[in-house]
Nanobody, 123 residues
């Protein structure tokens, strides 16, 4: 499996971005996917997760601002980010796991990872 992110960039506070993650290869029938972000000297933070039946969970810091979705026909994971804040600046990674989905954002439960895309929120 290969995951490739795109859509990162620079935006002013209050702006919006949409990240995409294209999945190549055979996906297990019971999969789940997530978005994580990382800044220097901090641990990788879970942002949002979605199961193969479209159940979702979000970090408190992004609830109401970010939306995760998965296009099954195209095998593309999305993260729509609105009302962006400087604190959202990070490298964003998509990830894929298989098995039983739980509403947590534990990075260790994900097996496959993309290479990351930079998001910068600054005036």
């Amino acid at each position: 499996l290969q995951l490739v992110e795109s859509g990162g960039g620079s935006v002013q506070p209050g702006g919006s971005l949409r990240l995409s993650c294209t999945v190549s290869g055979n996906i297990h029938s019971t999969y789940y996917m997530g978005w994580f972000r990382e800044v220097p000297v901090k641990e990788r933070e879970g942002v949002a997760s979605i199961s193969y039946v479209d159940r979702t969970t979000y970090a408190d810091s992004v609830k109401g601002r970010f939306t995760i979705s998965f296009d099954n026909a195209k095998n593309i994971l999305y993260l729509n980010m609105n009302s962006l804040e400087p604190e959202d600046t990070a490298v964003y990674y998509c990830a894929l796991g298989s098995g039983v989905w739980v509403p947590s954002l534990d990075a260790e439960s994900y097996k496959y990872w993309g290479q990351g895309t930079q998001v910068t929120v600054s005036s």
